[in-house]
């Protein structure tokens, strides 16, 4: 018997109808005759509301780090209550299943309360029940540190424990249940030509999530990746007798024809910084950005230009939206230090990203992006690349136009 992990979001939990409706595509994997191990999130919106009660509740500065500890125990029982939930309807079933919680697995983490990250996973004895026919219903999002405290792995850290749980179990795939069906080749809601991919690799799902694709942790893939575990993404909210198609992540050893350019993906939480007439000399960026690295603020699509000042050069990037004001008051503090003239910053921006293995060994991706974009008025502010990736920043009243022409102009509609 091949050995299954499944895993369902939030939305596919989010009640007792959604439980059993979930409950269904387990039981057809076992009368298939594979061994399940099942990860579960929280109900939808329960770990919001578990945030805010910590929040709420949230004690004076000098019991900040007692404070991270009793959060990681608040909010990781959301996936307690919906891992005892299946567990109990799979019963109701006539299946033998169990829940497991993280400290009982256990996956041990390191320290870092909110955000940790597994070192191990000790899965002897839940690849024993699995073998034995048991349905494994897992907590995800949570583990446990060496202090025997419960931690968590960060937002959308149970996707992260799935593939885990994988990887060490030896399973032959990871099925990640959502509410869409599969990865499209943009966001379907923007465009009617958006398609369903069949198959797309490792690298391309890296580079999606990476820009702001949504149905997979970025995490979650690098750890595929590095693990050689093959995923597949699904609906729960399909029939389950309908046949599973979904998306399958995979080597990039297994796609037979590659395209090249398999995705268009916007992302609409982005912001950008102009630092202007900072002193063009040694170690001047290295501050600023060791500065934002310590403020935990991420850094995208940096470009430095001439400054219209003789010894000067302005500094621009995009962050995330939701830090821009810390960013900006980072830089406030440290304009002294580093000798910089003023600042601005622009909320109305967005990111769009062709992404495609094919882009390696074809040229012209870029000429068509750019070509189209201009034939179409949209100025670009920034542009950064990989090897299967090009960027743009454009106005964000733009965007939605530019994901559409683009689509168009690299035929992704037929890409299937």
Known sequence: MARIV????????????????????????????HSVAVVVSAMAGETNRLVALCEEAGPPAPALDARFVEHDAIVSSGEQVTSGLLALVMQQMGFRARSWQGWQIPFNTDESHGKARIRS???????????????AVVAGFQGVNREARITTLGRGGSDTSAVALAAVVGA????????????YTTDPRLTKQARRIGKISYEEMLEMASVGAKVLQTRSVEMAMAHGVRLRVLSSFDPPDAGASGTLI?????????????AVTPDFNEAAVT???VPDEPGRAAGLFTKLAEANINIDMIVQSASREPGFANISFTTKEDDLDRAVEVLGEVQ???????????RNVAKISVVGLGMKSHAGVASIMFQTLAEKGINIHNISTSEIKISV????????????????AYGLEKAN
């Open 121 to 135: 996973i000790e899965s002897n004895a839940i690849g024993d029940a699995m073998d034995r026919g048991e349905v």
């Open 250 to 262: 995979c080597d990039e050893d297994e796609i037979v024809e590659q395209n090249i350019v398999t």
């Open 275 to 277: 630092v202007l007439a």
């Open 6 to 33: 499944m895993k369902f979001g939030g939305t596919s939990v989010a009640n007792l109808e959604r439980i059993r409706a979930s409950a269904a595509f387990v039981r057809r994997e076992v009368e298939d005759g």
């Open 336 to 346: 002294a230090q580093i000798g910089y003239k003023s600042l601005q910053a622009d």
């Open 172 to 183: 032959e795939r990871c099925d990640i249940y959502t509410d869409v069906d599969g990865v």
């Open 393 to 408: 920043l454009i106005d964000s009243d733009a965007a939605e136009y530019a994901v559409r022409s683009l689509h168009d």
